[in-house]
């Protein structure tokens, strides 16, 4: 019972959390809005909280800013990269979260990445 306690605790914080960033981007620039609660859980760790990439012991993870203005980078190829970043020809430490995120979260990413400048 202990787990289902956590998990309905942990998920109505997300909620919450959802619901405080929409009311803030309602009235904010695109440019300046933060990065989606989705992307803070699965991606910052790695990339950094505003994609400026990050570094954990001597492994170096690349900036997400400028993304969007590379070939083969538009949203639906970070969605695609998301779910098989091996097509992409990215190697682990990058993984696929195909199994971790729905289709619908990896396009709030990437839409969000996308925009990084």
Not at 69 to 77: H, L, S
Not at 87 to 92: H, I, K, M, T
Request: glycine share 8%; proline share 7%; hydrophobic share 30%.
């Amino acid at each position: 019972m202990q787990d289902r306690d956590l998990l309905e605790a942990e998920t109505r914080e997300v909620g919450h959390r959802v619901r405080e960033q929409l009311a803030r981007q309602d009235s904010t620039p695109v440019a300046t809005r933060a990065a989606p609660v989705l992307y803070e859980k699965w991606c910052s760790n790695c990339h950094g909280r505003n994609g400026e990439g990050a570094q954990q012991g001597q492994v170096h993870f690349p900036r997400l800013t400028g993304v969007g203005a590379k070939p083969q980078r538009n949203v639906d190829d970070i969605v695609g990269l998301l779910k098989n970043p091996e097509a992409y020809g990215l190697q682990p430490p990058m993984r696929s979260f195909s199994e971790k995120l729905t289709e619908p979260q990896m396009r709030e990413i990437a839409e969000w990445v996308h925009r990084l400048r």
